[in-house]
């Protein structure tokens, strides 16, 4: 059974970076695609960067500029590296899979602070 585990959540200030990563526990070979998700309070969840088996990467307008999306094959990880952040940032963090079905993790926290 695949289980995808994001870890790297935290709290920081307006302007601060974090690094989220989302580990899988089969090769990262088996998607063709993986992306990042966020659901902040009281809204829907949203994509917000994506990158398929051959690296082309996608953004969301709110991200791009600032967040760097990236799978390291040889840790079976999945990485956003987030920069310039904000505090409408704040939401769960969610990563998802895709091999014919769809996986998602369980999620991590993200706090920007004003």
């Known amino acids: 059974q695949v289980q995808l585990v994001e870890s790297g959540g935290g709290l920081v200030q307006t302007g601060g970076s974090l690094r989220l990563s989302c580990t899988a526990s089969?090769?990262?070979?088996?998607?063709?695609?993986m992306a990042w998700y966020r659901q902040a309070p009281g809204k829907q969840r949203e994509f917000i960067a994506g990158?398929?088996?051959?690296?082309?990467?996608k953004y969301s307008d709110s991200v791009k500029g600032r967040f760097t999306i990236s799978r390291d094959n040889t840790k079976n990880t999945l990485n956003l590296q987030m920069n310039s952040l904000k505090p409408e940032d704040t939401a769960v963090y969610f990563c998802?899979?895709?091999?014919?079905?769809?996986?998602w993790g369980q999620g991590t926290q993200v706090t920007v602070s004003s």
């Open positions: 089969v090769s990262v070979f088996s998607f063709s695609a």
């Open positions: 998802k899979a895709t091999s014919g079905y769809e996986y």
């Open positions: 990158v398929t088996a051959g690296r082309d990467t």
